[in-house]
């Protein structure tokens, strides 16, 4: 439809298959992949993750992927763990990361009414307005599954609140993410993923 | 979420076939259910596109493989399904009660297993109330309430929803995150998109 061709960043998620899904329903060719080739040629690239960042950064490091992915000049879009990957740090295990974003991703501060993980539909504050928002109301609901999170700073397109405020979603250059999974986020969701796919580089 | 609740008793797995038709079509989270007993069993099903997976017997049979999955996938992945029934003051477990012949109590306290669970790396609790289940009569309050007392994940209602009102009711009278309901859906009795302007008319936050 739009012409994408997406790479999604293979970094070793159990639940990769609902990104792919959602890409196919909107007619987006999409590849899985880890090889660095590949991730430089596609259009459009996705670094998806679902599980601990330290695993995570490992497995980008032992394929040398994180200088390719810093290096890119196509959009990229960072999902969950994906959005905290693009930060310097990770208070999870004190980890490392690829440092596109100037913050650290942060601890949610938990309580018996705000459990941690923030799990579930929460409604998404827009700064401004945006091409990933075309189409997309604000306040819109979103579905989160995360206990880490990126503060609100220059980079934050749009908010949530936990315990407290936190990033939603974020550009910084040719470098978007959402904390939410807009593959699980019915049609707001599939919008975002469209908008997306349709950023020129 | 999606049960395959005849799983545990016959020693099946839930088919993996029918979780990938499902991650195909559906555009919001799911959850399966149904004999998942092995840290490659539950893999298998989130790859294949699921988003939790849920357990319940072979939990009870092996508390520790609560811990093995929280470790290699994260809470937010793990549910724990429990099947809770009264007697007199207190609340028991049982298993397999998706087999009318090979249902049985186990030797367990209901708040007991909610907090050992919890400490094992549970990431949210589906509580269904047997003494409630399938007779449309309403929620088990009394129990919900005790359990989400002793609950620091989110805790989802089941058993019991017959009408709109018992749903503001478990939201408003427990403070449970979720209920969950099959029958009045299936029946057509409730339609879930009157059901949710019903629940934001009545001031509870719901997604429209």
Redesign the interface.
């Known amino acids: 439809m739009s012409g994408a061709r997406v790479a999604i960043v293979d970094s070793g998620g159990a639940n990769i298959a609902s990104l792919t899904y959602a890409l196919d329903r909107l007619g987006i060719e999409s590849k899985l992949t880890r090889d660095a080739q590949t991730i430089r040629n596609a259009s459009h690239v996705i670094l998806p993750g679902v599980g601990a960042a330290a695993d995570a950064m490992q497995r980008l490091n032992s394929n040398n992927l994180s200088k390719v992915i810093t290096e890119l000049g196509q959009p990229v879009l960072g999902i969950c763990l994906g959005m905290q990957l693009f930060a310097k740090a990770s208070e999870e295990e004190t980890t490392e990361c690829l440092g596109v974003i100037p913050a650290m991703a942060e601890k949610l501060q938990g309580s018996p009414q705000m459990p941690v993980p923030n799990m579930g539909w929460c409604q998404v504050h827009q700064s401004g307005s945006h091409e990933l928002f075309a189409g997309i109301e604000n306040n819109s609901y979103f579905y989160f599954v995360h206990s880490f999170a990126l503060p609100v700073g220059e980079y934050t397109l749009a908010q949530a609140e936990h315990s407290q405020p936190f990033t939603a979603v974020l550009a910084q250059g040719n470098f978007f993410a959402t904390q939410f999974h807009p593959e699980r986020s019915a049609t707001v969701g599939s919008q975002l993923l469209s908008n997306f796919a349709g950023l020129r580089a | 979420m999606f049960y395959d609740i005849t799983a545990s008793p016959d020693g099946r797995t839930v088919n993996r076939n029918w979780v990938?038709n499902v991650?195909?079509l559906l555009?919001?989270?799911f959850c399966v259910a149904g004999g998942i007993r092995t840290v490659a069993d539950a893999?298998d099903i989130?790859?294949?596109?699921?988003?939790k997976i849920s357990i319940n017997s072979p939990a009870l049979e092996n508390p520790g493989l609560i811990a093995d999955l929280a470790k290699r996938?994260?809470?937010?992945?793990v549910v724990l399904g429990v099947d809770s029934h009264s007697m007199g003051s207190s609340w028991h477990v049982y298993q397999n009660t998706g087999d009318a012949k090979r249902i049985s109590r186990t030797s367990r306290s209901t708040t007991e297993w909610i907090t050992e669970a919890q400490n094992l790396g549970a990431?949210?609790i589906v509580l269904n109330c047997m003494n409630q289940d399938g007779v449309r009569n309403g929620y088990d309050i009394e129990q919900l309430a005790a359990i989400q007392e002793r609950c620091?994940?989110?805790l989802v209602a089941s058993g019991g929803a017959g009408t709109m009102q018992d749903f503001a009711s478990v939201f408003r009278e427990t403070g449970a995150?979720?209920a969950l309901a099959a029958s009045v859906f299936h029946s057509g009795d409730i339609t879930i998109p009157d059901l949710k302007h019903y629940l934001h008319d009545a001031n509870i936050e719901v997604?429209l």
């Open positions: 990938s991650a195909a555009d919001i989270p893999e989130l790859r294949k596109g699921a988003d996938f994260g809470s937010q992945c990431g949210e620091h994940v989110p995150s979720g997604r």
